[in-house]
């Protein structure tokens, strides 16, 4: 069966440090991968996706993350966090003909001063 | 132009009661979803609708909850005889039929006392 593992439930990170929030698939075909992010009270809002090709896509907001095959995993990375980027981020992986999304448990993102 | 809009944004219900809540796609959007968010079970698929064709019911939890689509616009998830457990934020999802990026409205948050 399908499923997304995002290993770490809390991560906290300085504003201006690096971030990379881990995500694991399994998937017996290619998978659709997403990452969406959710602001408090706000909904679900796409920051990026791969179907295919490039392994390393780009996204909104300055996020960028890299498919890799032999690992089964997504991760998502960015150069440098700002205060707003304080959210909770889910790894997602799309299925069948609708793409219906099978979700990890959500990573939340802390950003001190 | 406008977004996935849901209604109510909150519901307080008692234990046994039925309870409707609604969603309104993207016009022109002819795919639809039902996610439920809850801190127990994260983020799961309850239901898709793609135009005319049978939802895929597959998420559904149980018997008790139903959704219907009707002129291949608004849809409806119908929770009958609701229980506590049954206590979560309720998220709608439309997609264009030849894209794969799924646009999130901002839930129905639904408590069960």
């Known amino acids: 069966a399908q499923s997304v593992t995002q290993p770490d439930i809390h991560i906290t990170v300085s504003e201006g440090a690096s971030l990379e929030l881990r995500c694991n698939y399994s998937?017996?075909?290619?998978?659709?991968l997403f990452w969406y992010v959710q602001s408090p009270g706000q909904g679900l809002q796409l920051l990026l996706k791969?179907?295919?090709?490039?392994?390393l896509v780009q996204g909104i907001k300055g996020f960028e993350a890299e498919f890799k095959r032999s690992q089964s995993s997504f991760n998502l990375r960015k150069p440098s966090v700002h205060w707003s980027d304080a959210a909770e981020y889910f790894c997602a992986v799309g299925a069948g003909a609708g793409y219906a999304l099978n979700f990890g448990k959500g990573t939340s993102l802390l950003v001190t001063p | 132009g406008a977004g996935v809009s849901q209604s109510p944004s909150n519901k307080v219900t008692e234990k046994g009661k039925d309870v409707e809540l609604r969603c309104d796609p993207i016009s022109g959007h002819t795919a639809l979803y039902w996610y439920r968010q809850s801190l127990g079970q994260g983020l799961e698929f309850l239901i898709y609708?793609?135009?005319?064709?049978?939802?895929?019911k597959s998420g559904l939890p149980s018997d008790r909850f139903s959704a219907e689509r009707t002129g291949g616009s608004v849809s409806t998830l119908t929770i009958q005889r609701t229980q506590q457990e049954d206590s979560a934020v309720y998220l709608c999802?439309?997609?264009?039929?030849?894209?794969?990026?799924?646009?999130f409205g901002p839930g129905t948050r639904l408590t069960v006392l």
């Open positions: 999802a439309s997609r264009e039929a030849r894209a794969d990026t799924q646009y």
């Open positions: 791969y179907f295919s090709g490039d392994t």
């Open positions: 998937y017996g075909a290619t998978p659709y």
């Open positions: 609708f793609q135009g005319n064709s049978a939802p895929d």
